[in-house]
C-alpha cells in the first residue's frame, strides 16, 4: 500500500481518486482536514476497502509511528502543506509548522520505519516529495524556464517554506540514505481546487456577478498544468524516478494571469450568458500582492527524456473540462464556501478520529 498525506486536498484528493481507478492498490490518507481539506471530494470511496482515510497532522510522531507500523507503507507521497501565497503573507507561522516542521517529522518517522525493513523493501521503497516551481524565484522576460539545476531564490513565506522543506528532503537521502525524489511542479488547475486560487475564484466569482480581483497590471505569468496531468507524472515518477533526483513538472502553457481571466469569462459567456453583459465587465484591477513574483516558467524536458512523461491536455482541452467541471457541482463550491461541511467534519471527526472509506 501506499501512504499519501495532504489527500483530502485539491492535488492529493485527484491523485486518490486516480490511484484508485486504475489500481487496487491500497492507500492510507492522511490529512489534517484544514480549511483546504474536504471529504466531501472523497465521497465517492466511502465504504470502499482500499482507501483508509486518518485524520490526523503530519507534526504528530506518534502517530505517524503507528500509522507506519499498522499499515507499512511501500511508500510516500507527499502532498500536505499550506499552499496559498495570500494566506502565507498574512500568517506565515502555519506555512512554517506544516511545510518545515511537519515534513521533517514526516521524513523522521519515514526513516524509522524505512530503517527497520529487510534490504529488498528498503531499496524498493520510496519517499515522493510534491514540491513548486515557486522555490526557483522569479524570472525576467527572456529568461529561460526553471531547469532542475536553477538555483533557489524563494520570494514569499510560502516559497521559503517549501524550499526549506525540499533541503530538508535532499539532506535525508545525501545523509541517511532515504531514497527520496522530488518533484516541482507549476500552477494546477481543474477539479476540486478550492475557490481561493486564480482559476476557481474567477470562476466563482463570475457565476456570481462578483468583481474578478486581478492583481497589478494582470501581466504576471504562470505556467498552467492541469491536475490529472500532474498527478500522472507523479506516477511515473513514483514508479520510475532515480532516487536522489528532482523532477520538474510543467505544462508547457505560459499564459498572463489577464489572458487566463479572459479565457475563462469567453467559456462562461458561451456556456452560462450573463443577461447583464459579458463576464469580463467585472475585471477588477486591485493593489497587488506584496512580493509578487512576475514570472514562473518550467522546463519539463527531464521528465520526458527519463521517464516519458508529456502533458496530455493543452491549457484549451484543461480549462474546457474545469469551467464545465465547476458548472456542474455548484453544490461542492457552495459547501466548502460555507463552511457547512467544515462544520459537519467537527461534528463527525471532532480530532484524532479515523474512519475508513
Ligand atoms: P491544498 O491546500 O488544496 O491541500 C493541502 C492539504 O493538506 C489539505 O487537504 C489540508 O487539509 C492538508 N494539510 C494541511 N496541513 C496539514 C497537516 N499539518 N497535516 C496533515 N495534513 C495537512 O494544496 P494542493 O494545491 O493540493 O497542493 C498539494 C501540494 O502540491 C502542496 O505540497 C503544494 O505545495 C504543492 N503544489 C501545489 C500547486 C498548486 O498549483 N496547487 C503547485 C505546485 C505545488
Ligand atoms: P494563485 O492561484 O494564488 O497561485 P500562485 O500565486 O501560487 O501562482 O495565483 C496565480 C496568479 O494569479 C498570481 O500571479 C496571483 C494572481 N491572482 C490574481 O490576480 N487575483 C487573485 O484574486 C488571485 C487569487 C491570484
Known amino acids: 500500500m501506499i501512504f499519501v498525506t495532504g489527500g483530502a486536498g485539491f492535488i492529493g484528493a485527484n491523485f486518490v481518486l ?13 490529512d489534517a482536514l484544514t480549511y483546504a481539506g474536504n471529504l466531501q471530494t472523497l465521497s465517492s470511496l466511502q465504504g470502499d476497502d482500499r482507501h483508509h482515510f486518518i485524520h490526523g497532522d503530519i507534526c504528530d510522531r506518534a502517530q505517524l509511528d ?14 500536505a502543506a499550506e499552499s496559498h501565497v495570500d494566506r502565507s503573507i498574512h500568517g506565515p507561522a502555519a506555512f512554517v509548522r506544516t ?16 530503517s527497520a ?8 521503497f520510496r519517499f515522493l516529495h510534491v514540491s513548486t516551481d515557486e522555490v526557483y524565484g522569479s524570472l525576467g522576460p527572456d529568461d529561460p524556464p526553471f531547469a532542475e539545476t536553477k538555483a533557489y531564490e524563494p520570494n514569499s513565506p510560502y516559497s521559503a517554506s517549501k524550499a526549506a522543506s525540499d533541503h530538508l528532503v535532499r539532506a535525508w537521502h545525501h545523509t541517511y540514505g532515504l531514497p527520496v525524489v522530488t518533484t516541482n511542479c507549476s500552477n494546477n488547475y481543474g477539479p476540486y481546487q478550492f475557490p481561493e486560487k486564480l482559476i476557481p475564484l474567477m470562476i466563482v466569482n463570475a457565476l456570481a456577478g462578483k468583481r474578478l480581483p486581478v492583481y497589478g497590471d494582470g501581466r504576471n505569468v504562470r505556467d498552467w498544468l492541469y491536475v490529472a496531468d500532474h498527478c500522472a507524472a507523479i506516477r511515473e515518477v513514483l514508479a ?43 475585471i477588477t484591477y486591485v493593489t497587488d500582492r ?9 522546463d519539463a524536458r527531464k521528465i520526458e527524456r527519463e521517464l516519458g512523461w ?12 474545469t469551467v464545465g467541471w465547476y458548472l456542474e457541482h455548484g453544490e461542492w463550491v457552495a459547501n466548502v464556501q460555507s463552511g457547512a461541511y ?16
Open 18 to 30: 486516480e490511484w484508485l481507478s486504475g489500481s487496487d492498490e491500497a492507500v492510507v490518507n492522511l
Open 99 to 114: 511545510n518545515v516542521e511537519g515534513t521533517f517529522t514526516l521524513l523522521e518517522a519515514a526513516r524509522a520505519y524505512w
Open 310 to 321: 508529456r502533458p496530455a491536455e493543452t491549457f484549451e482541452s484543461g480549462i474546457a473540462k
Open 290 to 298: 506584496p512580493g509578487h513574483d512576475r514570472r514562473y516558467a518550467i
Open 117 to 124: 525493513l529487510d534490504p529488498i523493501q528498503r531499496d524498493a
Open 66 to 79: 503507528r500509522l507506519f507500523a499498522t499499515h507499512r507503507p511501500r511508500a510516500v507521497v507527499h502532498f
Open 342 to 357: 467544515r462544520d459537519w467534519v467537527a461534528r463527525q471527526y471532532g480530532s484524532g478520529d479515523e474512519g475508513r472509506g
Open 240 to 282: 520510475r524516478g532515480r532516487p536522489g533526483e528532482t523532477y520538474n513538472i510543467g505544462g508547457w502553457n505560459e499564459m498572463t494571469n489577464l489572458d487566463i481571466v479572459r479565457t475563462v469569462c469567453g467559456l462562461l459567456d458561451t456556456l452560462r450568458p450573463d443577461p447583464a453583459g459579458p463576464h469580463a465587465r467585472l
